[in-house]
């Protein structure tokens, strides 16, 4: 089978295309035949190696992870209640970029058979990050959400997941095409904070924020936390801006009764196990029906990863990339 990895640390072309055997699925492990795989900021930075999150394990070679869609084509000892054939989709750190994934099963969520590959990749992360920031922000019907980069993979389906909680959505992103397409989603007012008095532009829209949604960190979080009213909360997701450089907030900075936490997706969904679940399957029906879009901006096949991490950096797309195992089959 084809596997996507890399020897060093660098800029895309660092991804090379290997021929290695199939994985075989251990105990507790399935091995899923990959329809479409995710393509995410964090895993450009995992790339370089300024990936800030502890969790990230820089022993190389290694084969980035990602949103797996696919079939089970073998399930590993004392995995019960799946079967080859099945198809589902799943979240790893490691092992993505390949025609063939070993995964926990425990992390496995089935993928309704009519949902297209592509849009399916909501499923394993992307949406549910979306739902959870919005329930541990205590999203409430009537208050101001921020979401920062509102025109990316997990920003572009905040936007929606707040406006269907009936909240006031402001956007952010950096372009004015990227502009475009989160009005399009349904956000209220939308500012480009490759502006330096994007923050006034927000406070002369809305005045102060209930919630802020920041991927991005850095000098942005900082400008966030400014404009959170009181009683208002920040959620922190990601250091897309920042890298390493997380920054640190001072309990002086939150005496005006703001609030900072941050979010995993793996905490959120073993601690809140009841909202998670309730979470995918809105999100899963909102799919199918429509009422939630996942904006794919390009497909690639599996062998052009290194193209994907490209497209990526240049910042130049809106919502997923997502690569096409089998399209060079």
């Known amino acids: 089978m084809r596997t996507v990895r890399f020897h060093e640390f660098g800029p895309p072309e660092v991804l090379t295309v290997e021929e290695t055997p199939v994985p075989r699925p251990g105990p507790g492990q399935v091995l899923i035949e990959a329809e479409a ?5 964090a895993q450009t930075q995992m790339r370089r190696d300024i990936f800030p999150a502890p969790m990230w394990n820089r022993e190389l070679p290694s084969v980035l992870g990602g949103d797996v869609i696919g079939r089970i084509e073998a399930v590993g000892p004392d995995v019960r209640g ?10 790893t750190l490691y092992g993505a970029y390949a025609d063939y994934v070993v995964v926990d099963a425990d992390t496995v969520l089935p993928v309704p058979e009519g949902l297209d590959a592509a849009a399916a990749k909501a499923l394993p992360s992307s949406g549910p990050i979306a739902a959870g920031t919005l329930d541990v922000g205590m999203v409430k019907r009537g208050e101001v959400v921020l979401v920062h980069a509102a025109s990316g993979g997990i920003g572009h389906i905040s936007v929606q997941m707040a406006k269907a909680a009936g909240a006031v959505v402001v956007g952010t992103a950096g372009s004015p095409g990227k502009c ?13 904070y490759s502006s330096d008095d994007w923050p006034d ?14 991927s991005v960190g850095g000098s942005v979080l900082r400008a966030g936390l400014e404009l959170l009213a009181p009683m208002g909360r920040l959620v922190f997701y990601g250091s897309a801006g920042g890298g390493r450089e997380v920054p640190s907030v001072s309990v002086m900075d939150l005496i005006r009764l703001k609030y900072v936490t941050a979010f995993a997706l793996s905490t959120w969904r073993t601690a809140r196990r009841e909202q998670y679940e309730s979470a995918l399957a809105d999100l899963s029906d ?22 994907a991490h490209a497209l990526i950096e240049a910042r130049a797309h809106t919502g997923r990339i997502v690569l096409i195992p089998g399209a060079g089959r």
């Open 37 to 41: 795989v995710s393509v995410g900021f």
């Open 82 to 91: 799946m079967r080859p054939g099945d198809r589902v989709g799943a979240f």
């Open 180 to 192: 475009e397409f989160v009005l399009s989603l349904g956000a209220d007012h939308v500012v480009d």
């Open 201 to 214: 532009q927000v406070r002369a829209a809305v005045g102060g924020v209930d919630l802020v949604l920041d």
């Open 286 to 307: 909102g799919l199918q029906s429509g009422r939630f879009r996942h904006a794919v901006y390009q497909t690639l096949d599996l062998a052009e990863a290194a193209k």
